[in-house]
């Protein structure tokens, strides 16, 4: 199964609003305050670039103003086109000032996340990871332990949202197996996430630029795919204000 992945930074989003659909334009002046505003905008604008690529449609302001982004009754992000649903799955994460977007071209249980490669203390573990996962962080060297606690933290992050839950559920809940690495052409390596001891969500992982990137889904997916986004997008936004 493929899944398409795109990031984009809070400097890729243009300052002008007018690739926003109506219903998101009315969301956005309900956010009050600047950060919330700027995290939302650049997960609406992530996910429409990753969208308009994914769907082959042409990437103008006027597609993205079809384009809505919807939260499900779980929270959960949807798209809908012509405010038809697409018959897209898509996942959203964002940390810092980046966000993530995982598309699957058809309907599955698919969650991405973004970490921060960061110090977390002894307590952190102990609260959040199950017996066998505290075990593993305690193996690791020092070197490797930060990483390690972001690894399992976001693909634990990327299980709950396969499952439309998120944090609502214990992160204890899901356990995460990390493969050893074998990294494919784009850096990706595979781990495995048990959910209660009865479902099993295939993934991958990777690390680069001190963040950490997760993706899960069931059925198993192929690594991520990076999206091409061309180069021209942000001038015809501009142009078009």
């Known amino acids: 199964m493929k899944v398409y992945w795109l990031e984009q930074t809070e400097a890729d989003v243009p300052e002008e609003n007018n690739w926003l659909s109506a219903n998101e334009a009315l969301c956005l002046n309900g956010l009050h305050f600047a950060q919330r505003r700027a995290d939302w905008r650049l997960g609406r604008w992530t996910a429409k670039r990753a969208l308009c ?12 103003r079809k384009i809505d982004i919807r939260p499900a009754p779980s929270g959960a992000p949807e798209a809908f086109f012509d405010n038809q649903p697409a018959a897209v799955t898509i996942s959203l994460s964002h940390r810092a000032g980046v966000a993530a977007c995982a598309v699957v071209n058809s309907h599955v249980e698919m969650g991405c996340d973004l970490e921060m490669v960061e110090p977390h203390s002894d307590a ?24 390690l606690l972001a690894l399992l933290w976001s693909a634990k992050e990327s299980a709950l949202k396969a499952l439309r839950a998120g944090l609502r559920l214990d992160t204890r809940c899901v356990i995460v197996s990390p493969f050893p690495a074998s990294y494919d052409l784009n850096g990706w390596s595979r781990l495995l996430v048990r959910y209660s001891g009865t479902r099993i969500f295939h993934g991958w992982w990777q690390h680069t630029d001190n963040i950490l990137r997760t993706v899960v889904a069931d059925p198993p997916p192929d690594s991520p795919i990076p999206v091409t986004i061309p180069r021209h997008f942000f001038d015809v936004v501009s142009r078009c204000a």
């Open 124 to 147: 952190f573990v102990a609260e959040y990871f199950t017996l066998e996962e505290q075990a593993l962080v305690a193996r690791a060297s020092a070197a490797d332990r930060d990483r």
């Open 53 to 64: 690529a994914c769907l082959e449609v042409p990437d103008q302001p006027q597609v993205f």
